[in-house]
Nanobody, 123 residues
Framework: VQLQASGGGLVQAGGSLRLSCAAS????????MGWFRQAPGKEREFVAV????????YYANSVKGRFTISRDNAKNTVYLQMNSLKPEDTAFYYC?????????????????WGQGTLVTVSS
């Protein structure tokens, strides 16, 4: 699976962005899809995951209630709607695909990764 993330940019605190991740190469609907982020000088952290069918989602506590993950299997795309953004959300955001069933939060269980898109939130 090849993954291409897009939609990052500069936004003021309280603003919104929508990230997209387009997949190609294998059957997109066979994979759970996740978003991770890595801020400068920090370790990569889990943000959100959606099951292959889209019927279940799970979020990190730091983004719960502000971010929404969704997918369109007909378009081979997963989205991350980010609202009420905070400066601490500033990071490179990566989408990833896992062939494992369920809500996968462990980065090592993801087999494919996109290139990352930068989100910068100014105060």
């Amino acid at each position: 699976v090849q993954l291409q993330a897009s939609g990052g940019g500069l936004v003021q605190a309280g603003g919104s962005l929508r990230l997209s991740c387009a997949a190609s190469g294998r059957t997109f609907s066979n994979y759970a899809m996740g978003w991770f982020r890595q801020a400068p000088g920090k370790e990569r952290e889990f943000v959100a995951v959606i099951t292959w069918s889209g019927d279940s989602t799970y979020y990190a506590n730091s983004v719960k209630g502000r971010f929404t993950i969704s997918r369109d299997n007909a378009k081979n795309t997963v989205y991350l709607q980010m609202n009420s953004l905070k400066p601490e959300d500033t990071a490179f955001y990566y989408c990833a695909a896992s062939p494992r069933y369920g809500l996968v939060v462990d980065a090592v269980k993801y087999d494919y990764w996109g290139q990352g898109t930068l989100v910068t939130v100014s105060s």
